[in-house]
């Protein structure tokens, strides 16, 4: 079972978008899920990310105010808004579970992850 990342697109700067990333709960119910992204020639980074219980979200300082994380446990979904989209958003935006079951805390580091979804391109154009 995978991670399933959708929701990108070519849009206009200042335009918002919502990615989803579908995370089906027998497998991923339990583990903090998170979104990064990579922009060519640049390395994947932290963007946002979510707890297990989905009542907490975390945003990467060069996002915040612009983008959100939440999660609907329900319907095994957890999505990214994006709004005020700028071209230097322009990136393959992926999602990842959390490799330790119940984490926590606050530090997302990439190589904490292990499960990922296969990406989804956002273009800003300005």
């Known amino acids: ?3 399933q990342a959708s929701g990108g697109g070519l849009v206009q700067a200042g335009d918002s978008l919502r990615l ?5 709960g027998r497998t991923f119910s339990n583990y903090a899920i998170a979104w990064f992204r990579q922009a060519p020639g640049k390395e994947r980074e932290f963007v946002a990310a979510v707890d297990w219980r989905g009542t907490s979200s975390y945003i990467a300082d060069s996002v915040k105010g612009r983008f959100t994380a939440s999660r609907n446990k329900g319907q ?3 999505y990214l808004q994006m709004n005020s989209l700028r ?6 935006y992926y999602c990842a579970a959390h490799s330790r079951r119940y984490y926590s805390g606050s530090n997302f580091n990439r190589s904490d992850f292990n499960s990922w979804g296969q990406g989804t391109l956002v273009t800003v154009s300005s």
């Open 1 to 3: 079972v995978q991670l």
């Open 20 to 24: 989803s990333c579908l995370a089906p």
């Open 76 to 78: 095994s979904l957890v």
């Open 87 to 92: 071209p230097e958003d322009t990136a393959v």
